[in-house]
């Protein structure tokens, strides 16, 4: 019955005169069909087998070329996929951010730099002494002379009471800068922080430290009268220079003092605010 259809096909086909390939085509079909009916169906079949084969291996190809085409990508692919653009959204946030970051550093920087420039000259401005009322500034201390007078220990027990001390004359410049705050007068004397009241003739400041040199007036000290004690001289009485105007004398004595307050501490604490 199969091979009676399709003779009748054939038959219909041959009679209308086709176009060539189909006339080769149908007469290839009339050819196997004489070869019997199964072997055409079996032929069929193989055919059929081998579009499939062929086209699931174009399928598959088409799958490996091109990933993202259609919605059917497995579930892995698709994870990735997913992985891969919430990557690239981290990535920009985090570039954002940066760029962000960045900003708000350059503005702090700029910030900072400011404050430090305003600060600088506010420190400078700041850096002279200032010293109480009736004490005079040399070289970062301020000095007192007193109007009172007082015996040695008395005069050195007020100083301290000041947060001061009894004068410490280092070098020509000081002594002549107290010399120039001095009245001069009969015998104008002052107490100073020196004497070798520990140990006769080894004279120390009222620091412990060693006096080495200093400003005595010619063959003073001379412990006249036991004088244990130092005090400048600025008399009318006598031509007097501030290098050579040191006496030692009785500690008991009432005289006014010189004290002496350093200010370099007070000045680093004293800081803008
Ligand atoms: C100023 O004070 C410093 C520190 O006490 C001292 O080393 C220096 O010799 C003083 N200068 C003068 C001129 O007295
Ligand atoms: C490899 C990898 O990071 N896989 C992750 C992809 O994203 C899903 C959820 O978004 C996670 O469960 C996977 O672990
Ligand atoms: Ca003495
Ligand atoms: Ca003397």
Known sequence: MYSKLIDTE????????????GHSAVGLIQRLSAAGPY??????????????LISIIAVTAQ????????????LWKQTQEVNVSTLTATINQLKQEKERLQKERDYLQAKLAAKVATKAPAVVTLAPITCP????????????I?????????????????????AIIHT??????????LPRGHWNSYWFGIT????????????????????????????????????????????RVPIRSW???????????ICEKEMVASASTAMPH
Not at 39 to 52: E, H, S, V
Not at 172 to 181: D, G, I, P, S
């Open 172 to 181: 020509a410049e000081e002594q002549t800068f107290l010399w120039n705050l």
């Open 39 to 52: 072997r055409l169906a079996t032929i069929c079949l193989a055919a059929l087998c081998a579009i499939l």
């Open 247 to 257: 006496y030692d004398a009785p500690c008991h004595m009432y005289l006014p003092f």
């Open 63 to 74: 799958y490996k070329n091109k990933p993202q085409g259609g919605g059917e990508a497995p």
């Open 196 to 239: 070798d009241g520990e140990t006769e003739d080894e004279w120390k400041w009222v620091d412990g430290t060693p006096v080495i040199g200093g400003f005595w007036e010619v063959g003073e000290p001379n412990n006249h009268i036991n004088e244990d004690c130092g005090y400048i001289v600025k008399t009318r009485v006598l031509e």
């Open 133 to 144: 009322n009736d004490w005079h500034l040399f070289n970062n201390s301020c000095y007192l």
């Open 10 to 21: 054939a038959g219909h086909e041959e009679v209308h005169h086709g176009p060539d390939v």
């Open 146 to 166: 007193s109007r009172n007078s007082r015996d040695w220990p008395e005069s050195k027990s007020f100083c301290e009471s000041q947060g001061a001390h009894l």
